[in-house]
């Protein structure tokens, strides 16, 4: 009985009521211990499980803030902990502080549980400058997607210091439509700001990486196809994920899963995926890759940005024949691509911020 009270019980709610005991616990019961004599700077919703795209994108975002704001001490909170992070920062928060929350492809109504905590961070630091790290944007068009953007439109647009960062032109376009009272710019994904081509390796063979989820696009019989055309054009070939299918990874964890498989792009010939950071990964690491679509925009609007790669190919329809002239032209190509750097489109970023501060 109490299962089936707590099952249609709103997500909100729940939440709702475990802060209010969390309010009850002493500081040192939070769990966190992070210098209160410094200006700092909190990471939100930073990932803790086996997705390494969403680990890349708390990784570079990382990075990158501890570059941008060298004065300032940088720390995440990851997902798991969210409402304990939530009261502890509550409780030690400066004026000069800065919250950011972590970027990627779950602000909508698609991932309730994740906007609902974004949210809650929006409107438990009014006061303070917010940075939204680069997501794509997903309110569906049902009447439950459209209350959830009107709750979105009130609690974003009542915070006077809150930056949106879009990753493509569809959710900047959103951003300007929707959150008009907002700053927004258009970025690209955090984790093209970060350049691994070192250390190099000895490339051999390939590497698959597709998708096996809903948003996948490749049809059964089209994988089997591509999977054999790879295999006869490469004696080596292995399969990697960005999925890797653990919760609650510590900090080193998922610092060793992450570069374990930039290593592993960077010893391939080639990688095959249809997966955003499949794509994003050989970018970073200058790896020769076929890309293929999802069932979504996420792939094709992101690679508007390194459509000057020269060793990137982008397929938009399938078929067997674009594969194999693809794998000829990375086979054939003897020019050393360079990789260009992202991180300059960046630079407004501080400017705002400190601006507002």
Same mark, same amino acid.
């Given at each position: 009985?109490?299962?089936k009270?707590?099952k249609i019980?709103?997500?909100?709610?729940?939440v709702e009521?475990?802060?209010?005991?969390?309010?009850?616990?002493?500081?040192e019961?939070?769990?966190f211990n992070i210098?209160?004599?410094?200006?700092?700077?909190?990471?939100?919703?930073?990932a803790?499980?086996?997705?390494?795209?969403?680990?890349?994108?708390?990784?570079?975002q990382?990075?990158?803030?501890?570059?941008?704001?060298?004065d300032?001490?940088?720390?995440?909170?990851?997902?798991?902990?969210?409402?304990k992070? *939530?009261?502890?920062?509550?409780r030690?928060?400066?004026?000069?502080?800065i919250?950011?929350?972590?970027?990627?492809?779950?602000m909508?109504? *698609?991932?309730?549980?994740?906007?609902?905590?974004?949210?809650?961070v929006?409107?438990?630091?009014?006061?303070?400058?917010i940075i939204?790290f680069?997501?794509?944007?997903?309110?569906?068009?049902?009447?439950?997607?459209?209350?959830?953007?009107?709750?979105a439109?009130?609690?974003?647009?009542?915070?006077?210091?809150?930056?949106?960062?879009?990753?493509?032109?569809k959710?900047?376009d959103?951003?300007?439509k929707n959150?008009s009272?907002?700053?927004s710019?258009?970025?690209?994904?955090?984790?093209?700001?970060l350049n691994r081509?070192?250390?190099?390796?000895?490339?051999?063979?390939?590497?698959?990486c597709l998708?096996?989820?809903k948003?996948?696009k490749?049809?059964e019989?089209?994988?089997?196809?591509l999977?054999?055309?790879i295999?006869s054009s490469y004696?080596?070939?292995?399969y990697?994920?960005t999925?890797i299918?653990?919760?609650?990874?510590?900090?080193?964890?998922?610092?060793?899963?992450?570069?374990?498989?930039?290593?592993d792009f960077k010893?391939?010939?080639i990688?095959?995926?249809?997966?955003?950071?499949?794509m994003i990964?050989c970018?970073?690491?200058?790896?020769?890759?076929?890309? *293929?679509?999802?069932?979504?925009?996420?792939v094709?609007s992101?690679y508007?940005?390194?459509?000057?790669?020269?060793?990137?190919?982008?397929i938009?329809?399938?078929s067997?024949?674009k594969?194999?002239n693809?794998?000829?032209?990375?086979?054939?190509?003897i020019?050393v691509?360079?990789k260009?750097?992202?991180?300059?489109?960046?630079s407004?970023?501080?400017?705002i911020?400190?601006?507002?501060?």
């Amino acid at each position: 009985m109490i299962k089936k009270i707590k099952k249609i019980i709103p997500h909100r709610k729940k939440v709702e009521l475990l802060l209010l005991k969390l309010r009850l616990k002493p500081i040192e019961k939070l769990g966190f211990n992070i210098p209160k004599n410094r200006k700092r700077i909190f990471i939100f919703l930073a990932a803790d499980y086996g997705n390494l795209g969403d680990v890349a994108i708390t990784y570079a975002q990382h990075k990158f803030l501890s570059a941008t704001f060298p004065d300032h001490y940088v720390t995440e909170i990851p997902i798991s902990q969210t409402l304990k992070g *939530l009261e502890y920062v509550r409780r030690t928060i400066k004026n000069d502080d800065i919250v950011t929350t972590v970027g990627g492809g779950n602000m909508g109504d *698609l991932y309730e549980q994740i906007e609902n905590f974004r949210q809650l961070v929006f409107k438990y630091f009014s006061d303070n400058k917010i940075i939204s790290f680069p997501q794509t944007i997903d309110f569906s068009e049902s009447e439950n997607g459209n209350k959830a953007l009107e709750t979105a439109q009130k609690t974003y647009q009542n915070h006077k210091h809150l930056l949106l960062l879009a990753r493509e032109q569809k959710t900047f376009d959103f951003f300007q439509k929707n959150f008009s009272k907002n700053k927004s710019l258009l970025v690209p994904d955090i984790v093209m700001s970060l350049n691994r081509v070192e250390p190099t390796f000895e490339r051999k063979g390939a590497v698959i990486c597709l998708r096996e989820d809903k948003e996948k696009k490749l049809t059964e019989k089209q994988n089997k196809e591509l999977i054999n055309i790879i295999t006869s054009s490469y004696k080596k070939h292995s399969y990697r994920d960005t999925h890797i299918g653990m919760d609650f990874m510590s900090l080193k964890t998922r610092t060793t899963e992450l570069f374990s498989i930039w290593d592993d792009f960077k010893k391939a010939e080639i990688v095959i995926t249809d997966r955003l950071h499949g794509m994003i990964f050989c970018f970073i690491t200058n790896t020769p890759a076929i890309v *293929l679509l999802n069932n979504n925009h996420k792939v094709q609007s992101s690679y508007k940005w390194i459509k000057s790669s020269k060793n990137i190919y982008l397929i938009a329809d399938y078929s067997a024949k674009k594969v194999e002239n693809a794998i000829n032209k990375i086979k054939n190509n003897i020019e050393v691509s360079s990789k260009e750097d992202l991180l300059k489109h960046f630079s407004e970023v501080k400017k705002i911020t400190l601006n507002q501060l």
